[in-house]
């Protein structure tokens, strides 16, 4: 195949815009505040901005040293569903590049496994685990793809958690070691 029939068969049809067929806080919570709404990359645009709003989290992480970004990462999964269910349906789309609220929960489990004060001593901490992440984002190795076969938002969400674990994993051996 030429890489016209590759982007035709497989490349997501691209409607400009679409997230403006939901209300206003669904598009400020599924997009993160925007970051979704790049014209390139969306998913790394939304990951790269929770990377960024992880480092003031550790810097305030409230005494747990380890839990923070689980909770973190738990709140945003459950608390997101309602939103990307309901941005999903009034734009009849099904997981839009827009939508990085899941990136997001993905970086935040990836960074759980990591002491908070770790990340603020050693902050190329967080350009390891964006770059894990998006590794297993992307490619959706060992099992990954499967998750996206839940319905609805739990498919947009749960793959990018699992996605996190594993690169979560990788940063605590990377951590461990060096």
């Given at each position: 195949?030429?890489?016209?029939?590759l982007k035709e068969k497989y490349g997501?049809?691209?409607i400009p815009h679409e997230w403006r067929?939901?209300?206003?806080?669904?598009?400020?919570?599924?997009t993160f505040f925007g970051?979704?709404?790049?014209?390139k990359a969306p998913g790394t645009m939304g990951s790269l901005a929770a990377a960024i709003v992880a480092y003031p989290i550790a810097?305030?992480?409230?005494g747990y040293p380890y839990g923070l970004f689980l909770i973190a990462a738990l709140f945003v999964f459950f608390a997101a569903i309602p939103f990307v269910n309901k941005a999903m349906k009034d734009t009849g789309t099904e997981d839009p590049g827009w939508i990085v609220i899941d990136e997001v929960c993905g970086i935040f489990m990836a960074l759980a496994f990591i002491p908070a004060a770790s990340i603020i001593a050693h902050?190329?901490?967080l350009a390891v685990a964006f770059g894990l992440f998006?590794?297993?984002d992307i490619l959706k190795p060992l099992g990954i793809h499967r998750f996206e076969k839940f319905p609805g938002a739990w498919?947009?969400?749960?793959?990018?958690l699992l996605g996190g674990i594993y690169a979560g994993i990788l940063v605590a051996v990377i951590h461990y070691f060096i």
């Open positions: 195949m030429n890489k016209e029939e997501k049809k691209r067929g939901t209300d206003k806080l669904s598009i400020l919570v599924t970051s979704g709404m790049s014209p810097l305030l992480n409230f902050p190329w901490i998006r590794f297993f498919g947009v969400m749960a793959d990018d």
